[in-house]
């Protein structure tokens, strides 16, 4: 299938700057999308931005103005520079690929996550 694995997240200060990125192998032909989630403790996961590989892209409007997704690149990564960060963004951040949007913009696959902590 594909495998997702993410580097990066970390502990900033708010209003500091961060990079979460993710690479994906395996069977890359069945990622036509890639984009970065987030689940905050007792919060369901939620999305934070997606791209297309035809550039398309998509953000929460909660991190729009902040956030900035990639193009997926040749080598299939994906990053998330995360300017101004507040506390709230403070959550694990998972990647996630697929060949579509399932309900509610799921994705198929993804990664283990990786903690991302803003303090005030």
């Known amino acids: 299938q594909v495998q997702l694995v993410e580097s990066g997240g970390g502990l900033v200060q708010a209003g500091g700057s961060l990079r979460v990125s993710c690479a994906a192998s395996g069977r890359l032909f069945l990622v036509a999308i890639m984009g970065w989630y987030r689940q905050a403790p007792g919060k369901e996961r939620e999305l934070v931005a997606t791209?297309?590989?035809?550039?398309?892209?998509k953000y929460a409007d909660s991190v729009k103005d902040r956030f900035t997704i990639s193009t997926i690149s040749d080598a299939h990564t994906v990053d998330l520079q995360m300017n101004n960060l507040k506390p709230e963004d403070t959550a694990v951040y998972y990647c996630?690929?697929?060949?579509?949007?399932?309900?509610?913009?799921?994705?198929?696959?993804w990664g283990k996550g990786t903690l991302v902590t803003v303090s005030s």
């Open positions: 791209v297309t590989r035809a550039g398309d892209t």
């Open positions: 996630g690929g697929g060949p579509t949007y399932r309900q509610n913009y799921d994705l198929d696959y």
